[in-house]
């Protein structure tokens, strides 16, 4: 099976503006988790999306965004981008159910804001 | 926020040597994972161990749980040049399996 996959895998904004983030997860996955990992924060969990729905929700401001598609591709948006939302974006998939659920990480998209 | 603390930061050895990795987190938790990530790259899976076992092997890894002291160890046996990168326990702190919980990570430089 063909890994999770992101894009764009780098990207370049100004302050100010906004930026939509696309992932691909496993095929018949359905749970694709959002990840922000910064030097000062480490890796944190923005939200997670099952069967179109946002089933779980990080700490992050209104500001980041999410959804999914019915073949459970995933878009997340920043809106108003800020010189700290620079990071390295993760997504993961998984097939969504039980309690002991690997995770799968795709090789993530790292966002600069100027 | 970080579920806890990892000791070491940071790593060096030799090929050949054994490394090990210490993980403490804070709240229960239904099973812990670690994952390796080479140079700001994703994640790669390792192993998941479950609350109620308190040890697991996989490969060249081993990885011990003690849900007593909140705390668990990786162990990479007889590392290679390839290992070197940083390493992550991650934790479903929240209850939820989905929304992991990560440590602060080991970086593992390991020199020929």
């Known amino acids: 099976k063909a890994g999770v996959t992101q894009t764009p895998r780098y990207l370049i904004k100004t302050r100010g503006q906004q930026v939509t983030l696309s992932c691909s997860p496993i095929?018949?996955?359905?749970?694709v988790s959002w990840y922000q990992q910064t030097p000062g924060q480490g890796l944190q969990f923005l939200f997670e999306y099952f069967s179109e729905t946002q089933r779980n929700k990080g700490n992050f401001p209104g500001r980041f965004s999410g959804r999914q598609f019915s073949n459970s591709r995933s878009e997340m948006n920043v809106s108003t981008l800020e010189l700290g939302d620079s990071a390295l974006y993760l997504c993961a998939s998984s097939p969504g159910g039980g309690r002991f659920v690997t995770q799968y990480f795709g090789p993530g998209t790292r966002l600069l804001v100027l | 926020s970080q579920q806890g603390e990892e000791d070491p930061q940071a790593l060096s050895i030799q090929e050949g040597e054994n490394a090990t990795m210490n993980c403490s987190y804070k709240?229960?938790?239904?099973?812990l994972q670690w994952y390796r990530q080479n140079s700001g790259r994703g994640l790669v899976h390792l192993i998941l161990?479950?609350?109620?076992?308190r040890e697991k092997h996989s490969g060249r890894l081993r990885v011990t749980l003690d849900t007593s002291k909140k705390s668990s160890s990786l162990l990479i046996t007889a590392s290679r040049a390839a290992d070197t990168a940083s390493y992550f326990c991650a934790t479903d702190a929240s209850g939820t399996a989905s929304k992991l919980t990560f440590g602060t990570g080991t970086r593992l430089q390991v020199t020929l």
């Open positions: 095929s018949g996955h359905r749970s």
């Open positions: 709240t229960s938790i239904n099973n």
């Open positions: 161990i479950r609350s109620n076992e």
